[in-house]
């Protein structure tokens, strides 16, 4: 992830594995709330409360955790 000031923007990279882990491309990110807010719409769409679920959960929070490290 890429950071000037205020303003993000995810490597084609980041944008790719994000696509293909949840199948919902992350368009329009321009800082850390709209990360943010993509998230919360792949997690509500992928919601419930089984094993595979939270596990599709904690690779989404992987994912982002890696993006923000990059900060």
């Known amino acids: 992830m890429l950071c000037l000031g205020q303003q993000i923007r995810l490597t ?3 944008i790719t594995r994000l ?3 949840t ?4 368009e329009g ?3 850390l709330g709209d990360l943010d ?6 997690k509500a769409f992928y919601w ?3 094993e595979e ?5 904690w690779l989404i929070d992987r994912e982002i955790d ?6």
């Open 12 to 14: 084609r990279n980041e």
């Open 19 to 21: 696509t293909h882990l």
């Open 23 to 26: 199948d919902i491309e992350p």
């Open 29 to 31: 990110i321009r800082c």
């Open 37 to 42: 807010a993509y998230v919360a719409r792949c």
């Open 48 to 50: 419930g409360h089984s």
């Open 53 to 57: 679920t939270r596990f599709l959960h």
């Open 66 to 71: 890696l993006c923000r490290r990059a900060l």
